[in-house]
């Protein structure tokens, strides 16, 4: 396994056909899917002879992402069919699923939205209570 995202789900990203394909054709060289892609992603760099983009590390690709499909407004990008992504995820154990959420949410709570309880905000305790929940005194 090589690069810096070498499983999907536990999944060996090696055997998983997904990533964009530039049509060269087609392609501008405006550089936005270079640009629109993750910047820790880097699927894609900038040919200066041809002034066009390619596709160097397929592999750093997100299973199932599109941004730069949809981003590119000449249409010279394409993907496999998203049935394709679509299937792989619904392979995938619920449990391992479950797990890596917990662990996520676990190690950034940031991602946690906490709901405030039903309250009638006409009662002081109610008032008090919000704003505990606000961080406001």
Known sequence: ?????????????????????????????????????????????????????????PDNCMVGCNNCQVGCLWDAISFPDKGVARTLAKALPEERLKRELEDKLRNDPALVVAAAPLLDAATPQSRAAMALLRGVR
Do not use: L
């Open 1 to 57: 396994m090589t690069g810096p995202f070498p499983y999907w789900h536990g999944v060996p990203r090696e055997e998983i056909e997904w990533h964009p394909t530039v049509d060269p054709q087609k392609c501008t060289g405006c550089g936005a899917c270079v640009v629109t892609c993750s910047e820790k992603r880097n699927v894609f760099g900038f040919d200066r002879s041809t002034r066009k983009a390619v596709v160097m590390s």
